[in-house]
């Protein structure tokens, strides 16, 4: 019983120090973004691993899951003679939840995953000690512009899912099952609010940049430097994300669209 | 790996392409492109109730959109709905006796404020109120009178016995 409370007590004590050196991790790296501003080729280059090369299964995603969307809603919406209503219905799903959340998980995969790899690996070559030998502070050399990278990525990404999205479901609902084109445009136009709507999933896959880089990074600089070890924090670093974004959701969707 | 140039023409590409999926977002997907029309004058009706009409519910004009409902609100003394109707400035040839009424576009579908022209020489301004209104017909109401109608139908011949 005794040994029990004991292994409770170090789980808790280990899961807030854990957190604690997270805070202060992201604050010391938030401290190291202006440093990342003068010199623009390290963000360009951290760009390019994190955004450009994620462009490919954000696309693709959005695509398909915009192209089902537009499918499923129709046989649905047609029992209601409501097929018109396809594009808002679209539309909305997208923009407000599904594009951020999704591209989210899919980013955290496709580039979250890589950063840890990439951070652990570099602490178990000791390339991240040889850098402190040489008076290089790692966490602005390293850390700060992966970190400001996914949190300008995220937002593009989403807004890409988005738009392809309902690319997507124009094409299945406008030529594939005859919904009318302009009754899709017009409809969407006068449901989707720009403020209610597209600004707060703009912030939405901004936070989610946020949460997801984070963790992403922490877990590869506290990852415990051996091929186990960065092995379990790339693991962790997905399963992690996928958590604090779908809670980080809730509460987003609970304070932005809740109470009307 | 990339070139220098190479990397900076790919990132310039893709936050060229993110941008443009965000304006594709605001422009064709919400209604932003339809804010410039929120300039215009803006004239009140009252009505004894407006059914399901919100806020940026359109108002129409022989079928076309002349404008949107900018506010809604409740007088308690007259315990009438005063609709704040904002009609775009180029359509400001509208005669004082130009009559509301509160539609439904199609059986489920959302209410809109349709008027019809009048026929005085006199043209709405801005501030004025619209006198001839027609309230929202509410579904429950007539299903209501149906059932009354129906029930006193069933009635009739058993008085006659």
Redesign the interface.
């Known amino acids: 019983m005794i040994l029990w409370l004991r292994s409770l007590g170090r789980g808790g004590l280990d899961f807030f120090e854990r957190l604690g050196r997270g805070n202060l991790f992201a604050l010391q790296a938030l401290a190291g973004i202006p440093s990342v501003l003068m010199k623009p080729m390290l963000l360009v280059a951290q760009l390019y691993s994190v955004g450009v090369l994620s462009v490919q299964i954000i696309v693709v995603s959005g695509l398909t899951v915009g192209m089902v969307l537009g499918l499923q809603m129709y046989n649905t919406l047609t029992d209601f003679g409501a097929s018109q209503s396809l594009g808002p219905v679209v539309a909305l799903s997208l923009v407000r939840e599904l594009g951020p959340v999704l591209a989210a998980l899919l980013f955290s995969g496709r580039a979250g995953s890589a950063l840890t790899a990439e951070i652990g690996l570099m602490k178990a070559t000791e390339q991240l000690s040889g850098m402190e030998m040489m008076a290089v502070d790692p966490i602005k050399r390293v850390i700060a512009p992966r970190l400001l990278a996914g949190i300008i990525s995220m937002p593009l990404l989403a807004a890409m899912f988005s738009a392809v999205g309902i690319l997507g479901s124009y094409f299945v609902g406008v030529g594939l099952l005859g919904v009318d084109s302009g009754a899709f445009w017009s409809q969407m136009q006068s449901k989707v609010d720009f403020y209610q709507d597209i600004y707060n999933g703009f912030i939405k896959s901004m936070v989610f940049g946020i949460v997801a880089t984070w963790i992403a990074v922490f877990e590869g600089y506290d990852a415990v430097p051996t091929t186990e070890g960065v092995s379990r924090a790339t693991t962790r670093t997905v399963v992690h994300t996928a958590f604090a974004v779908l809670g980080s959701d809730f509460v987003l969707t609970a304070l932005m669209f809740g109470e009307k | 790996m990339?070139s220098?140039h190479g990397?900076?023409i790919?990132?310039g590409?893709?936050?060229a392409?993110?941008?443009?999926?965000?304006l594709?977002?605001?422009m064709?997907?919400?209604?932003?492109?339809?804010?410039a029309d929120d300039q215009g004058y803006r004239v009140q009706a009252r009505f004894e109730n407006i059914g399901g009409l919100k806020i940026r519910s359109?108002v129409s004009m022989a079928g076309v959109r002349v404008g949107r409902v900018a506010d809604i609100a409740f007088d308690a003394k007259t315990y009438e709905a005063v609709v704040t109707l904002r009609i775009a400035e180029k359509y400001n040839t509208l005669p004082k006796d130009t009559s509301a009424s509160i539609f439904t576009a199609g059986v489920?579908g959302e209410n809109y404020v349709g008027l019809e022209a009048g026929a005085q020489d006199s043209y709405l301004k801005d501030g004025d109120t619209i006198k001839l209104t027609q309230s929202a017909v509410v579904l429950e109401n007539l299903i209501g009178q149906f059932l009354f109608n129906k029930a006193q139908e069933g009635k009739a011949p058993e008085g006659k016995k």
């Open positions: 990339v220098k990397l900076e790919w990132v590409l893709f936050v392409a993110g941008l443009a999926a965000l594709m977002l605001a064709k997907v919400s209604n932003m492109s339809a804010f359109p489920l």
